[in-house]
């Protein structure tokens, strides 16, 4: 297996989408690419929101403020 640490996420998502059939290969790079996430723009599940439908609602008008339309 090749050193899937030393790989960018750009040919990590490729070993990925190229061992889809190898569930040990496909879960140890997924778990190398997961592990790179930033937990600052991680996104909560909405269901584990005290109020997770006023709070989905503000997560996507903030988002919707934040992209510019063209």
Do not use: G, W
Not at 4 to 25: C, F, G, I, P
């Amino acid at each position: 297996m090749q050193n899937l640490n030393q790989m960018t996420n750009t040919e990590l998502k490729q070993y990925v989408s190229q061992h889809r059939n190898d569930e040990e290969a496909f879960r140890a790079a997924l778990q190398v690419l997961m592990s790179r996430r930033d937990p600052a723009t991680q996104q909560p599940y909405p269901f584990d929101l005290d109020n997770f439908q006023s709070e989905v609602e503000a997560l996507l008008k903030e988002k919707l403020h934040r992209t510019d339309f063209i």
